[in-house]
């Protein structure tokens, strides 16, 4: 199971910070990845984190703006949130790769635990 929170409205240049706790299945094992949903739109990838925490993947909407890192003691992933512009305003879904082991994974389809959301609001 995964749980994210941390999210809420937001001005515009602010700074939020999202975290998502795992459980379940041996969280160090598996690449994580945090997407977006902004209403009447598909749901995309923002950032992703390997199994180990050595590599990372930015969308490039987000690059240089957010940070993705892990936490494997704590079973925990985070998404840091600077410079907020009111086009990140989404519902944030923190997800687990189905496969062990992996590096960054882009694709929606390899994902398979979700978590149920939390929405960010970034008020112009």
């Known amino acids: 199971q995964l749980q994210a929170f941390g999210g809420g409205l937001v001005q515009a240049g602010g700074s939020l910070r999202l975290s998502c706790a795992a459980s379940g299945r041996t969280f160090s094992r598996y690449a994580m990845g945090w997407f977006r949903q902004a209403p009447g739109k598909e749901r995309e990838i923002v950032a992703a984190?390997?199994?180990?925490?050595?590599?990372?993947y930015y969308a490039d909407s987000v690059k240089g703006r957010f940070t993705i890192s892990r936490d494997n003691a704590k079973n925990t992933v985070n998404l840091q949130m600077n410079s907020l512009k009111p086009e990140d305003t989404a519902v944030y879904y923190c997800a687990q790769d189905r496969h062990a082991g992996t590096g960054t994974s882009t694709l929606r389809g390899l994902y398979d635990y979700w978590g149920q959301g939390t929405l960010v609001t970034v008020s112009s």
């Open positions: 984190i390997s199994w180990s925490g050595g590599s990372t």
